[in-house]
């Protein structure tokens, strides 16, 4: 088994990859040894402000021996692809969300990876940060009793207004669903165990956007996906959620509750790390703040604990397996919606182990 920090290489030099290489430089466990993308230049620009010594094509990257993890930051349609292409360079692989597009692509990806011996982690891993692995902590302690409902919403005009480039968030493997509904439902998953069936119904406002910002602002893109999604999810457990996912809306609202037989917990954002994490017991009219510990560090902190289960022989918490069950989920909302109709899953997931309270991504243990 090897020993040290664990080489990683990121592929896609995009938007979100300025987070990762800054959150996973400073984590001594892993280590950034390449940034490759389609757009050679860019993966060079990225290479260089963060201190990466090798960039180049994706090719290029899985050549290196010293790499043994690749972090795939391309887009959506691109990730089974790229992911594939990893695994049979035999690198273990940690993607952003979703895990592919559909759930048989991602079916006979985790296979190909159990074949080679390889590990797949997916985002999101924001359910590992401090907000939510506390609320885990606080609906294990029953401060709300037995779980009974959740209520979840994310709405806003869309990111066309800041992202410089949002053609592919209104395609196949986006929209609001596939792009925010991962946050959301992996954090109910991880709370509440395997989905067992979903409702739900969409709609798509405009069949056209513009860009509002940066250097293509004023281009004309498609909209090939719903950008209205409400869901009614029922846990195995008997938990039930009800989630909403829009881009429609002028009024931009963020909310995530869970109510029990002894009182409402209001969760943290789930596209985010920290707090706050906010309880109203029963018969009260005074919401108090519990405390939220654990890792606020950012993205990759997923990575940081799947390098340390290879190096541990242990399993990783983001992993291929609960992007799999996640992916499942959207899938089966978009067919109830299609088909006005309640659709099953047929399969679970074990939800991941809860992080220890004193997890710290900053704390150098593969030395």
Do not use: C
Request: aromatic share 6%; charged share 20%; proline share 8%.
């Amino acid at each position: 088994m090897s020993s040290g920090p664990v080489g990683i290489a990121v592929v896609g030099a995009g938007v979100i990859s300025a987070q990762y290489l800054r959150t996973l430089g400073g984590f001594p466990d892993v280590r950034v040894v390449a940034v490759a993308d389609l757009d050679e230049a860019r993966a060079q620009a990225a290479a260089r402000s963060h201190g990466i010594p090798v960039w180049g094509g994706t090719e290029t990257v899985l050549a290196l021996p010293e790499v043994e993890l690749v972090v795939n930051l391309t887009v959506p349609a691109a990730h089974a692809q790229v992911a594939t292409e990893a695994l049979r360079a035999g690198k273990h692989v940690y993607g952003e969300k979703p895990i592919a597009l559909a759930p048989a692509d991602a079916e006979k990806l985790l296979a190909q990876a159990s074949e080679r011996g390889l590990r797949v982690g997916n985002a999101p891993d924001t359910f590992l940060g401090a907000g939510l692995q506390s609320a885990l902590r606080a609906v294990a302690a029953g401060h709300i009793g037995t779980p009974m409902t959740a209520t979840t919403v994310t709405q806003s005009l869309g990111p066309e207004r800041w992202h410089p480039d949002p053609a592919f968030l209104y395609q196949p493997g986006a929209g609001p669903l596939f792009d925010l509904g991962p946050y959301y439902l992996t954090s109910l998953i991880a709370l509440f165990g395997s989905v067992a069936r979903v409702a739900a119904v969409s709609s798509r406002a405009r069949r056209e956007r513009s860009v509002g910002s940066g250097p293509k602002a004023g281009q004309v893109f498609p909209v090939d996906v719903p950008t209205h999604v409400s869901s009614l999810v029922e846990f195995a457990s008997g938990v039930r959620a009800n989630s909403t996912f829009s881009f429609d809306s002028a009024l931009p609202r963020i909310g995530f509750e869970i109510t029990g037989t002894e009182g409402t917990l209001a969760v943290p954002d789930p596209n985010t790390f920290g707090g706050p994490l906010k309880l109203l017991p029963g018969g009260s009219d005074d919401w108090r703040e519990l405390p939220v510990r654990g890792p606020l560090d950012g993205r990759g902190i997923g990575v940081v604990d799947m390098a340390r289960a290879l190096r541990g022989d242990t399993a990783h918490r983001a992993s291929g397996a609960l992007a799999l069950h996640v992916l499942q989920t959207m899938t089966a909302i978009t067919h109830s919606a299609d088909h006005a109709e309640f659709t099953p899953l047929a399969t679970e997931v074990v939800p991941p182990e809860p992080l220890p309270e004193e997890w710290d991504p900053r704390e150098a243990t593969l030395g």
